[in-house]
């Protein structure tokens, strides 16, 4: 996190009372937001009411063994991000400080408490290359210079947004560290790499605009029949075991964003690890680098402090929306958003507040919405375009959806990929349930798609939708009478049906080649199935019984077009429609 | 040290006493009763003039004159490596007759956590030699793997099983020259003395007593305990493990007992209460027992956990199950309708998951066709149990010849694959071959989650012609 510079002398306070997570201070000369130390050993946290001379903080580390009378210290400035070069193929906590930084000053792998960092090395020396010249104007928001900050990202060093702007008097050109002054303006601001930003405020932009273009995923399911859009928001409510994670891992992975902040909001340690291992492995498929280079990791997870877990989201936003002002398209994923609204539940009841629906406090919508309005495609105030997605995970207790966190965010989000806890049991992955699922961006995303993959792509998806509904009729009657009961192109409708949901819909995520399908992919699967289905009906029509269209021997390869790799993938369906077609025209 | 007898008020578990010294959140307390008896606690609010305490063994026989004294730390285990092969009650004193514990250290019983970048990514497999376990949810070293059961179902069984049979396969071979050694930290809450004997004679019985620690906390010990054995057991085995190099099991039952308390305390505390009466902070109290499984790297020791949970009235959805399943790393789904039918042991694979089987698997690891077969039996289980739903009502004849095979395919799935007994030790090699008998009665176009090449090294034709037959 940011280390305080404002430097106005406030006063110290005295701990009143220690419950859990939530200290009182008496005397403290502090403002609501600010981050405060607490105790002998400085712990971190920041002020959340102010009663009398009374004031509550959310401390941000254990509190175990901090008793009244230990001092209290204000930082005058409100919990803040370091924002600059050096965050990508980064791993903060909750309230950004560098895991791997915190590792080596506590000589353990342990978190300790009272150890504080900054967001970004402030020794390391970046070269600026400047965009700007003396005698140029600026404004708040511009860029002024560039900074090679990963093989895959320029980072853009901007005029401040608070800053009033001016004519440039000096520019350096060459090595820095980000506190260093690099361009100087003529009303005396200096510009350095870093800047700070409070995380629980929204940084300006212009204007907010349609998305129109897709966030592809490289998830057939999504990209298929619930795309998200660039500057959109989507949510994925499940149970445990049913995919939440794999699945906005796979966003991380494949989605074609620029920049990918990546948030494990209360969740498992091992899932981070994870993250930490797989993706320096693994190329960006965009631009072949490691993903690390386009990704800042944020984990708080389950065991650690629980007002952290409040504060990560911000965090990870905030970072999120500096990279748009750079004009990049940035993907935030927040595992699990319902983590975060139970940290506002635990702080709420330990401040005895009145609880609203299931013990949530009353400002839980209002902080659900706040949140992913930061999303959207938006006009800089530099005049770039930059977008953040925002995709959240949500955990419902026991599955059911209709709880206060999945029913607030989904009065929100335009995207909901909902997940079947059935479907997983049978490992139908993803868990997606195709019925439930929307997306409010599908229309408006479609002339991307027919522009940029295939121009049939809404007629198909629509062929795919109304086989998918007849099939869920039939299977109803299936469950009453057998599927030999039905007539013969109903059933041929249920073959159909299961290739859609087996080949098409169904993706394995650990599958090297398959944890991965372009637009164009996802097009071509689909146009085989629908190239069999027209052929066997024409069969069906020549008098064919079903049984003997349904044993063709090319037909299982339809189950294997995922799994070829992507660039052999267009001759394997080329040949095998060839196969398929001739194999059932020789039966009549 | 500083005592007082200025006891306010007392409620349930809790003693709240006026102070004129600052005491720190979270100390350990003695209470001495007028009859001069020691009673242990923990503060739980401490404000600049009085303290809420949390009493471990209730508070009957405290008044208001018994007196109160602040200990000054936080609550501490005491561990050394001679833990080992003793049986200490839910606080921690030894129960056995054996000699004083002399200690190598005494360490806090919350312990810190371990920083998600320190983590080493668990994917050892452990060779549990139960079929439902390793074929289809395997176990791996450093995972947090539940037992969700019911009220009178043999989980203990399958416990205990685990507990004698685990190995690492190489290992077996090579002996343990890594120097890692095995051991069982068994860690009870509120179990009844019949289950806590079943534990401890098969400990005995097995040599298991001499690597193992047993902290007992039974039925009729005090419930408020319950909260402090689990962190005991945890605390005890993370120094085994990251400080002595040894990969320790812990099995915690019954956390439903845990839970229990929690929501006691909760209660006496008059606090807002969240889903059916548990605390709202449930989930990050639970997830600080279980996040403390794991490896670390450049540790050569593990912990494993295997908590066991009796779900109320079998209920998946119920927040105890419900919340360990979102921390845990899977669960192992015990079931009521396969005991009735004398499988053993009774799992049922379908609500069952090991999310960290991808990487303990495959070739190198098990097999290279692992992952294949497992998938393709969970697909094919799946569609038979759905069958059998409508074989209720339409009756066998009525379904196509592909339709019988899946249904046989589950009965003999339930009754050859998933059914052992629980003196069994099956090797992978055998419970994979035990699978491919059973994915050959299927056609073998049907087998679209296992490799080609799979299909040609393993599957037999004639088993499907049998069936056919
Ligand atoms: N697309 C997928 N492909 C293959 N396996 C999957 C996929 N999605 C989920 N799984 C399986 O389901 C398990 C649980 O998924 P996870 O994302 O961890 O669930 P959640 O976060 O909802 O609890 C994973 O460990 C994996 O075995
Ligand atoms: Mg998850």
Same mark, same amino acid.
């Given at each position: ?14 701990? $009143? ?73 980064? #791993? ?71 800053? $009033? ?17 690099? +361009? ?30 897709? /966030? ?22 499940? %149970? ?53 280079? @386009? ?26 929306? !500096? ?101 997983? $049991? ?122 003997? #269209? ?34 059932? @025209?020789?039966?009549? | ?13 809790? *003693? ?80 056995? &007759? &054996? ?25 050892? !497999? ?18 947090? /793997? ?17 507990? @004698? ?25 509120? #179990? ?21 620690? +047993? ?12 909260? *402090? ?10 120094? /085994? ?64 956990? #295997? ?13 105890? %199950? ?28 379908? %609500? ?61 799935? $339930?009754?050859? !694959? ?52």
């Amino acid at each position: 996190m940011s280390q305080a510079t404002e430097s106005d002398v406030r006063e110290d306070g005295v701990i $009143e009372s220690v419950s859990g997570p939530v200290v009182t201070a008496k005397d403290l000369g502090a403002r609501m937001n600010d981050v405060v130390y607490v105790g002998h050993e400085g712990l971190m946290g920041e002020v959340i009411e102010i009663e009398g001379n009374l004031t509550t903080i959310q401390v941000y580390e254990e509190t175990s063994g901090v008793s009244p009378g230990e001092p209290v210290e204000s930082t005058g400035a409100p919990l803040s991000v370091d924002l600059g070069p050096g965050m990508l193929d980064s #791993i903060y906590d909750g309230v950004q400080r560098p895991l791997d930084v915190l590792e080596e000053k506590m000589g353990s792998a342990f978190l300790d408490r009272g150890v504080d960092s900054p967001g970004i090395d402030l020794e390391k020396t970046w070269e600026f290359e400047p965009e700007v010249s003396e005698g140029d104007e600026v404004e708040s928001g511009d860029i002024v210079g560039i900074v090679p900050e990963t093989a895959s990202i320029d980072h853009k060093v901007m005029v401040p947004p608070d800053y $009033e702007g001016g004519e440039v008097v000096s520019v350096e050109s060459g090595n820095f560290t980000v506190e260093e002054t690099v +361009v100087e303006l003529d009303n005396g601001e200096e510009i350095q790499m870093r800047q700070e930003w409070p995380v629980r405020e929204a940084r300006p932009t212009v204007d907010k605009q349609t998305p129109t273009e897709p /966030l592809t995923s490289g998830q057939r399911i999504l990209d298929g029949l619930f795309p998200l859009a660039k500057g959109g928001t989507a949510a994925i409510p499940g %149970p445990f075991g049913s995919g939440k994670t794999v699945a906005q891992q796979s966003l991380a992975k494949f989605a074609d964003a620029d920049i990918v902040v990546y948030i494990g909001c209360g969740e498992r340690g091992n899932e981070m690890t994870e993250v930490i291992d797989d993706f320096p492995e693994l190329p960006d498929p965009q631009t072949g680098n490691d993903l690390m280079a @386009r990704t800042c990791l944020i984990a708080n997870t389950s065991n650690m402090p629980v007002a952290a877990r409040e504060s990560c989201v911000y965090t990870g936003i905030t970072i999120a929306e !500096f990279y748009r002002d750079m004009g990049y398209d940035v993907a935030l994923m927040a595992d699990s958003t319902s983590r975060w609204a139970e940290a506002m539940r635990e702080i709420s009841s330990r401040l005895e507040e009145m609880p609203g629906e299931e013990g949530y406090p009353a400002y839980l919508a209002a902080r659900l919405s706040e949140f992913y309005e930061r999303a959207g495609y938006f006009e800089n105030i530099n005049g770039t375009e930059g977008s953040v997605s925002v995709i959240g995970a949500v955990s419902p207790p026991g599955g059911d959806f209709s709880e206060p966190v999945t029913q607030n965010t989904l009065r929100i989000v335009k995207t909901f990929w909902a997940l079947d806890a059935d479907l997983a $049991e049978r490992r139908h992955f993803p868990a997606i349930n195709w019925d439930e699922s929307y997306s409010l961006y599908r229309d408006q995303l479609d002339p991307w798609f027919t522009d940029n993959v295939a121009d049939d792509w809404p007629e198909q998806r629509q062929w795919a939708i109304d086989v998918l509904d007849e099939e869920g009729e039939l299977q109803e009657i299936v469950q009453l009478v057998g599927k030999d009961a039905l007539p013969e192109d109903q059933q041929l409708t249920l073959e159909v049906a299961r290739f859609l949901k087996e080949a098409w819909l169904q993706q394995n995520a650990l599958h090297d080649v398959d944890r991965y399908c372009p637009p164009e992919k996802t097009y071509e699967i689909l146009g085989a199935i629908k190239t069999f289905n027209d052929e066997a009906f024409d069969a069906l029509d020549a008098g064919v019984p079903v049984d003997e #269209i349904t044993d063709i021997d090319s037909l299982p390869r339809l189950n294997r077009i995922g799994t070829t790799p992507d660039d052999e993938a267009e001759e394997f369906v080329a040949e095998l429609e060839d196969d398929i077609t001739e194999e059932l @025209r020789s039966l009549y | 040290m500083k005592e007082y007898q200025t006891i306010t008020e007392i409620s349930g578990p809790l *003693v709240f006493v006026e102070t004129d010294e600052p005491v720190g959140y979270d100390e350990i307390v003695e209470i001495e009763t007028t009859d001069g008896e020691i009673r242990r606690g923990q503060v739980l609010d401490s404000a600049s003039d009085h303290v809420a305490i949390q009493t471990f063994e209730g508070t009957g026989g405290i008044d208001r004159d018994s007196s109160v004294r602040f200990l000054g730390e936080t609550m501490k285990m005491p561990v050394t490596e001679d833990l080992l092969g003793r049986v200490l009650d839910g606080s921690g004193n030894p129960i056995d &007759g &054996g000699p004083d514990i002399v200690p190598d250290e005494r360490r806090d019983i919350v312990g810190e956590a371990i920083n998600p970048y320190s983590r080493e990514y668990p994917e050892e !497999f452990i060779q549990t030699g139960v079929s439902a376990i390793d074929g289809m949810n395997t176990l791996v070293r450093g995972q947090k /793997l539940p037992i969700f059961s019911g009220s009178g179902l043999p989980h203990n069984d399958l416990a205990l099983q685990i507990a @004698r049979q685990a190995t690492v396969p190489e290992e077996e071979d090579g002996g343990d020259d890594d120097g890692s050694e095995f051991a069982v930290i068994f860690g009870a809450m509120g #179990i009844t003395a019949e289950e806590a004997n079943e534990f401890m004679d098969d400990f005995e019985r097995t040599g298991a007593l001499e690597r193992s620690v +047993v902290f007992m906390n039974l039925a009729d010990d005090p419930a408020v305990e319950r909260t *402090v054995t689990p962190r005991l057991a945890l605390t005890t085995a993370e120094y /085994l493990a990251f400080d002595k190099g040894y990969h320790v099991l812990v099995i915690l039952t019954d956390m439903t007992n845990y839970c229990e308390a929690l929501r006691e305390i909760g209660a006496a505390r008059e606090e807002v209460p969240g889903r059916r009466g548990y605390p709202g902070y449930m989930y990050t109290d639970l997830a600080q027992l279980y996040e403390r499984a794991g490896r670390i790297k450049g540790e050569e020791g593990s912990v494993t956990q #295997i908590p066991i949970l009796t779900m109320p009235s079998d209920d998946i959805t119920h927040p105890i %199950p419900d919340l360990t399943g979102y921390i845990t790393e899977g669960q192992i789904l015990i079931d009521r309708d396969l005991n009735s039918q004398g499988v053993e042991p009774p799992v049922n694979v379908l %609500p069952s998951l090991s999310r960290l089987m991808d990487d303990g698997i495959g070739e190198g690891l098990t097999r290279g066709d692992h992952g294949g077969v497992s998938d393709q039996i969970y697909a094919a289980y799946a569609e038979g149990e759905d069958l059998r739903d409508l074989v209720n009502i339409v009756g066998r004849e009525a379904l196509s010849e592909r339709d019988n095979k899946y249904l046989d395919f589950a009965d003999r799935f $339930e009754e050859e !694959f998933v059914q052992q007994g629980y003196d069994t030790n099956r090797d992978i090699e055998e419970t994979l071959s035990i699978g491919w008998d059973l994915l050959s009665m299927l056609p073998r176009e049907e087998l679209n989650r296992v490799d080609e090449e799979n299909i040609e090294e393993y599957y037999t034709d004639d088993e499907a012609e049998t069936v056919e037959a």
